[in-house]
């Protein structure tokens, strides 16, 4: 399976669809790593907000494929020993696993807006994409700056379902770390079938994306019924793009899965085998690359591409705000003003991502 003949090489077509993935991703990461840039040049001073973590991950996610495709061609043409053992493996593995953190995360935080009225110590507060991930905002303004002469970094804080997705990465991290060790072994006399670690590797990985669109599908619909019952401008957009992004997942996991469970195309190909069927190999790769992968980075990158407003902004809009609430108004109709305000807090808790 991972075996190439001496001096063998791709079929020009092949190397074309694989040129062809590994300049989608390319791009798709240059977009994420742009993007991230911006989004941090208007909002250093958040930290490490949840659209950041999601720029950073899918930009590392499709670097990963860009690189897997690059080396896979250069592997085959200089007929690379180590790309047949654990080499190959890795490049391989990488990539998923922060496709699959990425939406793990965005699967969390669905998590926590569907049982967050019955989740009152919950570790979030809020659910605005622009707000801090790792850093939870403390109560009384006097004990952030007190933190912060005591230690030069902030406080850091993660919600119990983040925690989850970062125990889950690591553990699959450590499974593919021994996988590749395995197959590094298998090429020696001890009796390991390298082919068998493999297939076994990468159908537990398929399970998990499968199950992983199913989740994300049950949760959004929850969220969008939800969200319908809200009446307000913003959170109609946002429940959409909740849609949006379940309808996707589900579709492009669910191929992932498919393609991989049954077919090879996980592993490095096999030409000998599989010249005769060159066009339901290029097929499957499309199904499992740029529907799997691609698609689905694309479009979380597409609904997450609003840049945060700047500092002198916000500052601008206070201003204004204060200038046109008179003493008497907050006097006279106290209650009036607590409902506009409770409302607007509402609101600004909508954004699902």
Known sequence: MFEFMEGSCYPKILVGVDVGLALIDGVLATLAF????????????????????????????????????????????????????????IF???????????????????????????????????????????????KAQSEVHSGRKCCSFPAIHVGSRQKVVILVILIVFTLTAASAVLIWIGKAKIPIDR???????????????????????????VLFLKMSKVRSERVSSEKWKVAGLAIVTVFCFTSNALTTIFSEIPFLYNWRQQQTNIVRTLLLLV?????????????????????????????????RTIAFVSDSLVAVHPQRWTTVTSSQNQVSRASPI
Not at 205 to 211: E, G, P, Q, R, T
Not at 288 to 306: C, D
């Open 195 to 221: 082919s068998l670690v493999a297939r076994v590797y990468v159908d537990i990985f398929a399970v998990a994306f499968l199950l992983l669109g199913g989740a994300l599908a049950c949760y959004g619909l």
């Open 287 to 319: 199904l499992n690359y740029f529907i799997g992968s691609s698609v689905p980075s694309a479009f979380l990158l597409w609904v997450m591409r609003e840049l945060p407003p700047t500092i002198v902004i916000n500052r601008e809009e206070e201003s």
């Open 92 to 138: 391989m593995a990488c990539p998923n696993i922060l496709l699959l953190a990425a939406f793990l995360l965005l699967l969390s935080f669905w998590v926590d807006l569907c049982h967050q009225s019955n989740d009152d110590d919950d570790d979030d507060d809020g659910y605005n994409p622009q707000e801090s991930l790792l850093e939870k905002k403390n």
């Open 34 to 89: 742009c993007q991230l840039l911006r989004i941090h040049s208007r909002s250093s001073h958040l930290g490490w907000t949840r659209q950041k973590v999601f720029h950073l991950l899918i930009g590392s996610s499709n670097l990963g494929y860009f690189i897997y495709f690059i080396l896979t061609l250069v592997a085959a043409y200089k007929d690379w020993v180590c790309w047949s053992h654990s080499c190959g493996f």
